[in-house]
Nanobody, 114 residues
Framework: QVQLVESGGDVVQPGGSLRLSCVAT????????MAWYRQAPGKQRELVAR???????EYADSVQGRFTISRDSQENTVYLQMNSLKPEDAAVYYC????????WGQGTQVTVSS
């Protein structure tokens, strides 16, 4: 059974940083892509970053150079380090993987406001 549990969301000022965590059970990072998505009010859920087979990373243009996705296989955790946060980064952030079916975490709220 795949379970994804996010944490780390908070209220932060523009220019600040946050690190999100996604603890995964029932999935091997080496075999499957792990991704972070986000959804702001009134907008569609969008891909933010993903780590493919545990190593190769890809980012949305809007976060390239500011966000970093990484993994800790021993802790079975995927991280999203977010720097230089902007108001438009505010959203609920979701962890995702696909093993036949799509699996999502419950989401963690990121608010960027002065």
């Amino acid at each position: 059974q795949v379970q994804l549990v996010e944490s780390g969301g908070d209220v932060v000022q523009p220019g600040g940083s946050l690190r999100l965590s996604c603890v995964a059970t029932g999935v091997s990072f080496r075999l499957y892509t792990m991704a972070w998505y986000r959804q702001a009010p009134g907008k569609q859920r969008e891909l933010v970053a993903r780590i493919i087979e545990g190593f190769r990373t890809e980012y949305a243009d809007s976060v390239q150079g500011r966000f970093t996705i990484s993994r800790d296989s021993q802790e079975n955790t995927v991280y999203l380090q977010m720097n230089s946060l902007k108001p438009e980064d505010a959203a609920v952030y979701y962890c995702h993987t696909r093993i036949g079916n799509d699996f999502w975490g419950q989401g963690t709220q990121v608010t960027v406001s002065s």
